[in-house]
């Protein structure tokens, strides 16, 4: 296998980095990988499970020396991190991300970094519902899209050209987009999407009509996959929303529109406006279908194995 | 295999008739299945697959001398199919149907049924995005819920305990509950999450900013599952949004009521608020996975392999 980086640093080891490391792994990909957690817990784990080659008791410890270091925490967090491990950084080497949102990432991170010094965010579009060092796998990023958002217009070319190899050779495909449109795209795809999700399960957990059990048993028809997203990591979405506000402000805005209008056809009969609407959703997923970008295993986009 | 009918009528040869038709032969459950669709092009198209015993050329023809006749026609047909069918019916046959809806159906169907003729609705929560007569499969029902829905107090008691055991002879589970409380539960487990599934599906459609291919292509990160539901046949959900009026505008309600906080929350950057909201969702998904619902394979709640 080609040997991408010589050292790379994970700071944060979750989902997404314990399954970069096993790509990594996988993949021969780099020398050594350092990794780095937050709590002592975690770090123990890791080191139980083989989780990186080194695992460090500080972030600047696993980021000295690295030709790679990639912030693998919340999006909140990122600004903090970066600012902790900006002197030991060596020079040429490259900072990247895995953040679900990218202009705000860009904004805490930036500042922070010394001259010299790349900063190439990245976000992969693949996930679970599960956290943590244990939930990482190999596979999670085979075949799904990886977006590269150069932070600005001078980034480094080769820089880019590295990071692109090393998302490949885990398996992604790999795009490159402005962070503007990144976090608007997003917007559509992804987090509205879940903040919807949440708030369906939310309002069945209310209705105490229909009891719990119910609910869960029941769930089959429809609601099931609502819950698993809603299972995902609070912080990690707490984090999305308050960081991506004014694209999901403006898509639920359109969201509740939308709604406001099939309501009120419900509400007064009017079966022409249900029918049509419906019709027209059923031409885009024909569209996706036909852009081979489904298979017949349905999994709310993760389509990945999991553990 | 154990013989539970002699004569079954299936009205309508979609997904639902089809798939009944399939488990009916797997488990050797019926003397003879008659059949019956709308339109010739379907007729024929059963004919050619060899779905039904017998395809007929009206309803009436079907249902003469059926031990059990089921509608599986859309919500909104079940009344004018009950109307033609109801002079041929045999004295003590059972009529039972398999909309998603269950008072209106029962509104529409039970005038019409004379003295004598037992009428026992019934549910599968089962079904894929898929319609019309090629798209059953044997499996469907496979660990399903069906729910039976009594049509009065005294529903005979004994037509009751054989539909339910032509329903566990295809697989299912059977329950039993009252025709508003099906309508409600549905209403919160599948009616108002398909709902907000077309209308998001319709949203990413009309945001012209982020073009057809790029919610496509990038519909992995929770879309997508958005996408396949809102594929679902347009004239089945009218009816059903139109028959379950009450129930789904009163989950609508509590649902954009819900939003609203959290668009608040995002709004005023109130992350505790989403945090605890995000927190208190995946309980619930604990409890979906503790009371053995849900597996490994996420689904969007189907669980049945498909074609
Ligand atoms: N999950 C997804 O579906 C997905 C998909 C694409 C991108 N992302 C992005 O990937 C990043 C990580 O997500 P993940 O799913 O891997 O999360 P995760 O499994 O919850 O792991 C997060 C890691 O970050 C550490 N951490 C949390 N807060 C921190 C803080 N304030 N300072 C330092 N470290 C902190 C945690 O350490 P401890 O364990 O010690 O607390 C943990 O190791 C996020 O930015 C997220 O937006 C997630
Ligand atoms: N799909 C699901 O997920 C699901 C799950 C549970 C229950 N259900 C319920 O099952 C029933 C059937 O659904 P399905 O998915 O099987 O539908 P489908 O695949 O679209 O098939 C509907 C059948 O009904 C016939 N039909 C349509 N309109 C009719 C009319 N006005 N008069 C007489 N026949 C008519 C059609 O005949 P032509 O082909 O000749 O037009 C077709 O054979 C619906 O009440 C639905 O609510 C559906």
Redesign the interface.
Known sequence: MTRIYDRVALIGLGLIASSMYWAIKRGGLVGEVTGYARTEATREKAREIGLCDRVCDSAAEAAEGADLVVLCVPV?AMGAVAEEIAPVLKPGATVSDVGSVKRSVIEAVAPHLPEGVHFVPAHP???T?HSGPESGFAELFDN??C?IVPSDEDTDAEAVATLRALWEGMGANVDEMDADHHD???A????????????????????R??T?????????????????????D??M???V??TN?DA??E??G???E???A??R???T?D?DH??E??????A?????IE?G??T????????AP?K
Not at 188 to 207: E, K, R
Not at 215 to 220: C, F, L, N, R, T
Not at 284 to 288: D, E, P, T
Request: charged share 25%; hydrophobic share 45%.
């Open positions: 909140g579009l693949a996930g519902e799904r899209w977006i608007l795209v997003l559509v795809t992804s987090h509205t999407p879940h903040l919807i999700a949440y708030t369906m399960v939310g309002v069945a957990d209310d209705l009509r229909v719990d059990s119910e609910v869960i048993k029941y769930s089959a028809a429809g609601f099931r996959d609502f819950t698993r997203i809603a299972a995902s609070p912080t979405w707490r984090d929303f308050l506000k999901t402000l898509i639920l359109r969201f509740t939308e709604l406001f099939l309501q056809a419900i509400r009969g079966g249900l029918f609407y419906f019709t027209h959703t059923r885009i997923r024909r569209g996706i852009a970008q489904d017949d295993a349905p999994d709310f986009g993760r389509g999991r």
